[in-house]
């Protein structure tokens, strides 16, 4: 069922709206936009605009809104440049706004009113403060200072009355009690990244964050926090909202990219059970109509409000293909397909009548709301025969090794620099076959061939195509080969007369569109192929051995990789073509001499063309970073060196292979191995990785504020340089220095060694320190 009037269109762009306590008026806020408006069952009509009048300033630009849990009248918005105001719609003109607190140094991001106390509102702004307001006075009551540079959400908890949830852009989460400014209950890291938004749950003890790292994450704050669910999402969590009388639905919309509002359930994290698809832009609020969980309102920065029924809602699940095929990279195949039946697990011969009867009873009572998270899959393996894959396991291998098993091994193991270019591929080809990966031991061989010659030494010049060469006579230096033809052979040839003539037999080159040609019936040397170095040519061919070099093949190339490849001995005199005088035409019409030497002349050899790998080799890694293998694909760019200039490869794709490889060994902890490839990297995007989060700001051991100015240990707060005195000689630290990250205070390392071998506690403020 859908709404009738179910969307309307606003003046500007929104960032928030909230709902009143009895669920009949919505104020929605932005940076051009305040108004109130009234919700019934024909959709929205405006009942007030906040932004009336000529005099408008920046603390008008709101980027969040909230109601007064008590006074339906009154609500509080944050501005974009620090300042929180109180407001009374039921006033007219400038006298709706009650309040201003101009006391945030920088952006406010958040506010919200108490739940049981009506006159208390909290605010987080980027300066890293916390404020608490209280309505009746004209200034804060307390400060709390996180340890971040930037509050972006806060929260009281429904269950306990005076703590309250913070979340900040360094990833962690604080629980504050309202009494206690100068230090938090808790605080955990929660994400690897920013967290934009929190929200309590409303019957249970569990508070779900969004971040940047695009999870929503569920945890149980009861005693110390764990973390319960874990939600994967495709784009920056920007709202979570739990949903009323469903413990385990939570609503979300994203801070970009995606445009839709999805509801999870926390069970099944990787598909939406709902979504609803309505707005054309990133959608900014998110709010459940009272407890109704059927009715959803949202705003975007569309301009437009919509009150949307669950009904209408998409179910991505039955849009899923309900089954799947993966083929790897060793030839193994997996299937998966969707179990639609749940049969109770049973041990021995059962009744088929009595399974089938209770199959058909639970399709009766069980709904399809309450199976999705049920639903499950089976899966099958199918693993190739070593027979088929053409590389048996080793007797010491007989155990197929996990996928990260190679990957970590082959991580430690791949050298990429310190010797030539074919030590190196001897390496890292033993190590990919020890861990199974024969693409690439091919690939190390291949590459070992080819750039492990002196041919492709530095400097390397690369041959843009093969029409631009010169011709091989006037290039290349013709060189005598030596025959081993066997020394049995008659030196002398005889014509089909039997007279005996001297057989000299000149190499000749033919174009590439000419029809062969046969033998002259003599006896030939064993049949091979011709194998030709880049400084050798081939001048002129007789029809004795031609048949020689039909049978068989050229090869132009380095003679290292002619050695490599163990090809048969060259069996021909390589000799340089003579130039032919021209006929006359008087000649044309005299007979032939009766003894015409079988010879071919021609005075004319085009072009040999020679064949480059370096587009082989791009493709090859492209394909390897087709099927997943990265890791080989970019070890095989670094260890190539300069020689990688020669492959047709753009520097963005390589700088996402880059990435992708520095974040998988991120994954595995492989820390050194992730240095060593971003120093090795030519990529100064690349380079700077090394440089991110490196910086770690120390905090005042007195009132707990950041120490992130220029003069060291300096407290812009407390102005004084107590932080960098000892804790337990309370001297100033030169050198190491040693400090607790849950107090903030430290001291020499000495010191602090023999202090805590005997106690467990600081010895300036009781905490309890777990020193390592």
Known sequence: MRYPDSRICMEGHANALALSKDNTLIAVAGRSLLKVYSIDDYGFREVCNMRGGKNQNLSYSSNDVAWSTMDCNLLATAATNGVVSVWDHSKCGRQKQLLVYNEHERTAHTVTFHSSEPNILISGSQDGTIKCFDIRSDKSVNTYFSNSESVRDVKFSPHEQNIFSAVSENGTVQLWDMRKWDKCMVQFTAHYGPVYTCDWHPTRKWLATGSRDKQIKVWDMEGRPGLEYTIHTIAVVGRVKWRPERTYHIASCALVVDYSIHVWDIRRPYIPFASFNEHTNVTTGIAWLGSDSHCLLSTSKDSTLHKHAFEDATRPALKANAQGASLDRHGDISFANKIKEYAPKTSGVSNTKTNSSFINHRKAIVSGSIQFHLDHSRMYKFMLKDAFSGFPLSETDSKPRQEHECFIGCARELIMSGKKIAELCEHNS???????????????????????????????????????????????????????????????????????????????????????LGGSGVEHPPTSSVILSETQIISEITFDNFELLRNGFIYVGPTEAAKALAFPALHHDVQAARPQLEIKASDHEKSPPP???????????????????????????????DVGDVQTALTVIIALGEARKLLPLEDALVEHWFHTYVDQLHRYELWNEACEVINRSWLHSVQQLNQHSTAMHTNCGDCGRPLGNKVGWYCDKCKSMQSAKCCVCGLIVRGVYAWCQGCSHGGHIEHLQKYFAKHSKCPKCGHLCAYS
């Open 430 to 516: 033993e190590v990919s076959k020890k861990y199974s990966k024969h693409n690439a031991t091919t690939l190390w061989n291949f590459l070992k061939l080819f750039y492990g010659s002196n041919h492709f030494e530095p400097p390397f010049e690369h041959r843009s195509s093969f029409s631009n060469q010169k011709n091989p006579i006037n290039s290349r230096r013709a060189t005598q080969v030596a025959s081993d033809w066997p020394q049995q052979r008659s030196d002398l040839s005889q014509d089909l007369n039997g007279n005996a003539q001297e057989a000299t037999h000149e190499i000749a080159a033919t174009n590439e569109d000419d029809d062969p």
């Open 595 to 625: 003894h015409v030497p079988t010879v071919l002349k021609v005075s004319h050899v085009p072009p040999i063309p020679m064949w480059e790998p370096h587009k082989f080799v791009a493709d090859a890694l492209m394909l390897l970073n």
